[in-house]
């Protein structure tokens, strides 16, 4: 069987998507006139109303994973080991934190102050891995 293939051109998709439907009469006795003023008035705000697209929401900016860590350590008075920018590792427990430092309790040495953005990063006495020597 020989079928043609019907394809549209995009001058003829254009002009369909600029007609306007006309709109229905109603039952409740309004005239026709007005219904089309009012279609008329719909159609041109529709075309000047910007399409709202939906936007992906960005993760939030603190998800409270620190908090949580520090809030463990600090209730199981687990020995850390926190190592500074310039490689210092200073040993001890974490007594409390805010946004900006640590107190660190050590034994046999005074506690310190320190401040977050002076950490390089921050892992538990226990996990150290000693080197082995032969």
Known sequence: MNRKLIRTTLAEVKGKAREVPQPRERSNGTSRAANDNAGQARAAQQQHTPVQVKKRVPPPSETNAEIFYYKKQID????????????????????????????????????????????????KADERVESASA
């Open 76 to 123: 199981a008075h687990t020995p850390m080991v926190i190592v500074l920018l310039d490689g210092e590792e200073i040993e001890g427990t974490i007594e409390w934190y805010d946004r900006g430092a640590l107190k660190v309790n050590r034994k046999g040495a005074p506690n310190l102050l320190v401040l977050k953005r002076n950490i390089k990063y921050i892992y």
